[in-house]
């Protein structure tokens, strides 16, 4: 049964020869690339063979190497939502016992690019290592059970990929989990490239190495540096615990095909709400119904979603690097609301691009653009009011001097308010192709022109150059005289006020004036 999987996968890796002739040369040049990669890492670590000293340096390198590579093997499948072409419920019909055929999709897995680049980097490893009949017998059980590890760890996160994320908003949100372990890396890249390598670089690997070296990820490639370094009881333990989590992916794994061999594909379950939601509890009018309408959206369109998800990483993108360039944390603090603000503001200026043909309820039921244009403030404000508030408070504690609560409050304000201005404005105005209803937020059409780009840049600058009085009050309080706190505050308010009421007022003219317009302009899209 092994060897007719083995027989049948062998057959599909030579079907990828058998396509259009470009595919197979860009086929054959990912191969070479791999195999030469391959082939210089394991030169590399032969060379380390004849190394006698420093042996914990080499072993605190290839844990921390040898931990990515296995957290690769976990991870992609699950980002990027590979094809499995040897998916359990394939054999569902053919009644094969599920130990037998656990077994057999586990051990297929051995004929691949993945499969043979890391066999061929786990040789190079066994030489390293191979310092004794000890230190070798321990290179070689460490080799295998990191092979089985990278491996039936694929599988499994493969077929999770595609048993349990096979619907759209499972793979959105999967997406939208990717980008939030991606911000929590960049603390980590900017260390990384700031790090003085000469002076600290080796206690750096080392301090890391000495983490994953007893977490599944860098267990079994620890071990064999214990034992060639004489820490044989460490390397024993290490081993056990690699192999321990071997077992619990097999364990894992076997449960799965079980549960995927008598359950169809996942498929999005259609949910049922009573009542009218949003529409019960606003006002009985155009602009409530509109409101209702934008709430509601705003609360199940993933595109709205990802737009509030990534309102909270951009200061993080922005503070961190300033961290770790020395800037003080009592100044930073002061940065996150604004900046949020700026975001949340800008995130409406093609709103009425995301109704799509929708649009055409508004201009054939005669909505008024003021109606429309307060309507669709209002779920920026259910945000941004609480951010504001809460938000400063926390800011003006970490920076320790409440004196400054009035310059936050007055810049983040204004900011948000000049940018819900703008964007009333600019929405009605200058609309530009968005992702449809019901589309991936990850996907965005191509606009013919630079008209989009400029938009976007206009709107988002125009909210920054309108509250430039009030961040020059708030820097003159902070960092000259106290007495100019209040002038942010006010002027921040009274300016934010203002442009609001004119781009809604603006913004409801050019809706009333430009209705046929704009669903054109959706139709196009």
Known sequence: MVAQFLGLKLRLFGNLFRRSPWQVVGIVIGLFYGLAVAVGIFALLVSLRFVDSDLGSIRDGLVVAGSLVVLGFLLIPLVMGIDDSMDPRKFAVMGIPNRQLSLGLALS????????????????????????PGETVFAILSAAVILATCLLGSRVTTSIAAFLLATRRAREITGIVAVLLLVMFAPVTVLVVNLDWSLSGMGFIGG???????????AAWAAPGDAANGDWGVAILKLL???????????????????????????????????????DRLPNNAAGAIAARSLTYWRRDPRYGMSLVMIPVIPVLVVLPLAFAGVPIQALALLPVPLMCIFLGWALHNDVA???????????????????????????????????????????????DWGAFPAVLGVSTCILLTGLGFSSYSSARFPYPASKPGDSPFTQPQASDTAAALIQSLTLLGSVILSLPAIGFAVLGLFVDPVWL???????????????????????????????????????A
């Not at 201009?363 to 938000?391: C, E, K, W, Y």
């Not at 400063?392 to 970490?398: A, E």
């Not at 006010?490 to 603006?506: D, E």
Request: glycine share 14%; with cysteine.
């Open 354 to 400: 995301f109704d799509h043909t929708a649009i055409w309820l508004h201009v054939v039921s005669g909505t008024r653009g003021m109606a429309d244009r307060i309507g669709r403030l209002v779920p920026a404000f259910f945000v941004g009011i609480p951010l504001i508030g809460i938000g400063s408070c926390i800011s003006v504690s970490v920076y320790g």
């Open 208 to 218: 890391l190495s000495s983490i994953l070296g007893w977490t599944p990820l860098g």
């Open 241 to 279: 615990e690699a192999a321990a989590f071997l077992f619990i992916l097999w364990v894992s794994w076997q449960a799965l095909v079980s549960r995927m061999l008598v359950s169809p594909g996942r498929e999005a379950v259609a949910k049922e709400y009573g009542g009218l939601g949003w529409f």
């Open 486 to 524: 209040l002038p942010a505050l006010a002027s921040g308010v009274i300016v934010g006020m203002l442009t609001l009421w004119g781009g809604i007022w603006l913004g409801g003219r050019t809706f009333n004036a430009r209705g046929p317009e704009m669903l054109a302009s959706a139709l196009r």
């Open 109 to 132: 897995a051995l004929i691949g690019v993945p499969a043979i680049v890391l066999t061929i980097v786990l040789f190079g490893t066994i030489v390293t290592w191979s310092r004794g």
